[in-house]
């Protein structure tokens, strides 16, 4: 049976909000553990409740097991003071670390993060992730029509799957 771990720091940063904190994740979704299974935060991609997305689609494939690590969302905001990214993301790996060995890895992302010092957010924690698994093990991450794809995130992965409509009434089917 293969185990998959679920995982994601999701924020569209703009550059004319000021800076913003962990506290923006915690105020509107941040997921761990089992949680990630229950919360309705984040159904769009994962269709939790809703019957559509990644899990339903995984149910329907084969027999597996979710392995939910960390999904951390926080809207938009502007740029995350970097040092409160820093402990979003060790936190992160430090809990997919905990729950190795898996087979492959869902990330659901935004992919218009930024720190306070780091322009390409999605791509560090994307590259982060992939050190943990290794190599061989596929990363595939699902973003916003609005993400700027960026050649750090395009490496880590095997695969980056965007919602193709604005307003994003696609999200469940990309997820699947």
């Known amino acids: 049976m293969s185990r998959i771990a679920i995982l994601g720091v999701s924020v569209e940063c703009n550059s004319f909000a000021a ?3 962990l506290q923006c994740f915690r105020d509107y979704a941040f997921l761990v553990g089992e949680k990630i299974l229950s919360a309705g935060v984040i159904d769009c991609w994962l269709g939790v409740h809703s019957g559509r997305g990644f899990i339903p689609a995984m149910n329907r494939l084969r027999e597996w097991q979710p392995v939910p690590v960390l999904i951390a969302d926080g809207q938009a905001a502007g740029a995350i003071e970097h040092s409160d990214y820093r402990q979003l993301k060790e936190e992160m790996l430090r809990l997919l670390q905990s729950q190795l060995p898996v087979d492959a890895v869902y990330i659901v992302a935004h992919g218009a993060g930024r720190t306070t010092e780091l322009d390409d957010l999605d791509g560090d924690y994307f590259s982060a992730v992939r050190s943990v698994v290794g ?8 973003l916003d029509l609005h993400a700027n794809l960026t050649p750090r995130m395009i490496q880590a992965c095997d695969a980056l799957v965007a919602q193709r409509t604005n307003p994003h009434v ?3 089917a990309r997820a699947e």
Do not use: M, Q, R
């Not at 190599?135 to 699902?142: G, K, R, S, Y």
């Open 19 to 21: 800076p913003a904190s």
């Open 135 to 142: 190599e061989d093990l596929p990363i595939v991450a699902t």
């Open 170 to 172: 696609d999200s469940e």
